[in-house]
């Protein structure tokens, strides 16, 4: 993972990466997600090209890739996506590209629903996991 600064770039790329797992994660994704992968572990719902079929539905690690809030942020159960505390894939391969993350007003309104949702989430589990939270809609 990449800190943001207020100087990352990002846009995304359309590459797929984000939505094709390594073959050491794929039984344990196929559960997380509840339907099987293609044979190169690409999702199932990934198109040829590299759009998502169920855009609509995706789950919520799905919306928020490749970034992701802190840790400590989410233990309180306020989940943080400001500039030290927002996180980045360093796979990504949009990392570099397009406008200031943080002058990205879209993308910045996005992060904001879903730190609401997370938040949201978190109050309402009794126990569980980080899959649980993220891997559902």
Known sequence: ??????ETRWECQRCGNCCTV????????KMLLG???QPNGR????N?????????????????HPFHPDKESLKIGKPDFSAGKLLISKSCKGLGCGE?????RQLMKKL????????????TM????????FYTR
């Not at 993972?1 to 207020?6: A, I, N, R, T």
């Not at 200031?100 to 990205?104: I, L, P, W």
């Not at 009794?126 to 939270?133: A, H, I, N, P, R």
């Open 112 to 123: 904001g629903r879903i730190a609401e949702e997370l938040s949201a989430k978190i109050k």
């Open 126 to 133: 009794k126990s569980g996991t980080l899959q649980e939270l």
């Open 100 to 104: 200031k993350v943080f002058r990205n």
């Open 22 to 29: 390594p073959e050491w994660g794929r039984e344990n994704m």
């Open 35 to 37: 339907h099987e992968l």
């Open 48 to 64: 040829e090209k590299n759009m998502c079929r169920n855009y609509s539905e995706r789950p919520l690690i799905c919306r928020m």
């Open 43 to 46: 999702c199932f719902y990934l």
């Open 1 to 6: 993972m990449h800190l943001v600064s207020e």
